[in-house]
């Protein structure tokens, strides 16, 4: 059985990760969505939080699973669960820059491959980062972030 890990902050998960990991069910038997606690950022959802938006977007999609990845080595997390691969998605060459050094590095730690996802020509421009300042300046995001998403930006907005 072939299991790929798609590791990341998503805080919040939008369509551009949503877009990656279906196409990374289509080449896996099994994907894990590993939510990181984002320590370096200031998260605006909680691990439980972004555990509970994507367990309900994936909900529907066939042998994809959600969760938290815990404060250590990614490799660790990967023997644990049993992968054979990490599965991430490049926008830019910028993402490229950042991702090669981490993903050569993992292979010499324990030997896990990374395979790279070209973005959706759709989403190139998409970041958590870009949809929680948008949202936070009143604009609407709702087009960029799944429905469960929208929902508790919604919310947010209202408390
Ligand atoms: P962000 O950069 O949005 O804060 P994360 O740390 O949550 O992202 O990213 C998790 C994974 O999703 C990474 O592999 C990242 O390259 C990928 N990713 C982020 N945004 C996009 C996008 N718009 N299209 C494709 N992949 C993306």
Redesign the pocket.
Known sequence: MQLAVCP????PL?N??VE?VARASNLFDEVIVAISPNMHKNPMFSVQERMDMARETFSYVRGVSVKPLGSGLLTEFCKEVGANALV????DPK?LAYESPMATMNRHLSGLETVFLA?DGR??H????LVKEVHSLGGDVSEFVPRAVQRRLHERRRS
């Open positions: 990341g902050s998503f805080d939008h551009g990760h990656i991430k998605g490049l926008r993402d973005a989403y190139t998409l970041s958590s980062t």
